[in-house]
C-alpha cells in the first residue's frame, strides 16, 4: 500500500507539475482555479528542464524547485489541520504552527522525492467552467504516460473566505486521497503520541536525502 501510495504520489505532483506559471521570484494570484491549474505546471518543468546540470549533480535541488515553484499555490496549513483533525482542539496555537511548518516540510521532500520520476508526460486538463460563488472546487486531469494505462488525477482547490486567489489542498489519484492517506497515516499517532511528537517525527523524516527510485532489477533486489 506505502508503494502505491508513493506512486501516486508522483503521478500526482507530475500531474500539477505539469500545469505552472510562478517563478520564484513572481508569484503570482489566480482568481480562476482552472487557468491556475493549467499555468502552474508549465513553469514547474520548464524549470526542472532548465535545472538539469544542478540536478544531476544534487537531487537535493529539487526541493528547491518544489518550495519555489508549487508551495505557493499548495494550502499547507489547511491542509495541516486536515490532517490533525478533531485532535486540534487539544492543541496549543504554537504547537500547530510548529506541525504546519514540518507537515509543510514534510510534503516538500515527498514532492521532490516524486519529482525524480518525471519522464515528460503529458495531462489533459478538463474544459474550464464557470465556478460562481464556489469556495472549493475539484479539477479533473489525465495523465499519459506512453506505453501505460492512462491515470486520471483530481485536484481540489480552496478559496479561502474573503481570498481571490485559489490554492490547491488535496490531489486525488484514481480514487485514492493523498490528503486521506497522510491523515490515516498521522492521525492515529498525533492520538497516540501527542502533536509535538509527531511534529519532530515530520521534520526527522523531511531530512532523509531525496533520492532516485530503483529501477529495473535494482528495485527487485
Avoid: C
Avoid at 38 to 62: G, M, N, W, Y
Avoid at 105 to 123: E, F, I, P, R, S
Wanted: avoid cysteine.
Amino acid at each position: 500500500m506505502k508503494n502505491l501510495l508513493v506512486k501516486i504520489a508522483a503521478t500526482a505532483l507530475i500531474s500539477f507539475g505539469l500545469v505552472a506559471q510562478a517563478s520564484a521570484a513572481e508569484v503570482k494570484t489566480y482568481d480562476d482555479p482552472y487557468k491556475m491549474i493549467e499555468s502552474v505546471a508549465d513553469q514547474t518543468f520548464r524549470r526542472i528542464s532548465a535545472d538539469q546540470p544542478v540536478i544531476q549533480k544534487d537531487l537535493e535541488h529539487l526541493r528547491v524547485i518544489v518550495n519555489e515553484e508549487l508551495v505557493p499555490y499548495i494550502d499547507s496549513r489547511y491542509a495541516a489541520f486536515r490532517v490533525i483533525g478533531n485532535y486540534i482542539k487539544q492543541t496549543k496555537p504554537e504547537e500547530r504552527d510548529a506541525f504546519v511548518v514540518a507537515f509543510k516540510d514534510y510534503m516538500v521532500a515527498t514532492y521532490a522525492g516524486a519529482l525524480t520520476q518525471y519522464k515528460n508526460q503529458k495531462v489533459i486538463f478538463e474544459p474550464a467552467k464557470a465556478v460562481g460563488n464556489q469556495n472549493i472546487v475539484t479539477i479533473k486531469t489525465r495523465v499519459i504516460d506512453p506505453g501505460k494505462p492512462d491515470i486520471n488525477i483530481e485536484f481540489k482547490l480552496r478559496r479561502a473566505k474573503d481570498a481571490q486567489n485559489w490554492q490547491v489542498f488535496d490531489m486525488v489519484a484514481e480514487g485514492i486521497s493523498l490528503l486521506d492517506s497522510k491523515r490515516a497515516e498521522l492521525g492515529n499517532l498525533i492520538r497516540q503520541q501527542g502533536l509535538a511528537s509527531v511534529t519532530a517525527l515530520l521534520i526527522e523524516k523531511s531530512k532523509a536525502p531525496i533520492t532516485a527510485p530503483l529501477q529495473g532489477n535494482d528495485a527487485k533486489n
